[in-house]
């Protein structure tokens, strides 16, 4: 069992920057890999971007490449959302996820096993 807690959310001008972190409290040793999702109101939520427990591996949706990057600090279970030029339809909820299972693509929500609360990011125009 993992619980997921986000933080960083807020509202930020189209451009600007937000980080975004998702703390990881766990009583196993197993190691997680880890994602974040987004769901925009209306719409199905979305793979935005992924890394593995070795930090090696890093995936992201096209929309977000260049823009956004995904990083971890294992030391203190954390896993970072680093949001640059920001564009008004990076406006969603933005979930932080875990798994503890290597094998999956970590592409998809059904990937993952453990979920956060979800944070705010608003874009504003």
């Known amino acids: 069992q993992v619980q997921l807690v986000e933080s960083g959310g807020g509202l930020v001008q189209s451009g600007g920057s937000l980080r975004l972190s998702c703390a990881a409290s766990t009583r196993t040793s197993s190691r997680y890999d880890m994602g974040w999702f987004r769901q925009a109101p209306g719409k199905e939520r979305e793979f935005v971007a992924a890394i593995r427990w070795s930090g090696g591996n890093t995936y992201y949706t096209d929309s977000v490449k260049g823009r956004f990057t995904i990083s971890r600090d294992n030391a203190k279970n954390t896993v970072y959302l680093q949001m640059n030029s920001t564009k008004p339809e990076d406006t969603a909820v933005y979930y932080c996820?875990?798994?503890?299972?290597?094998?999956?693509?970590?592409?998809?929500?059904?990937?993952?096993?453990?979920w956060g609360q979800g944070t705010q990011v608003t874009v504003s125009s």
């Open positions: 996820a875990a798994t503890a299972r290597p094998w999956m693509t970590l592409l998809a929500p059904h990937d993952y096993a453990y």
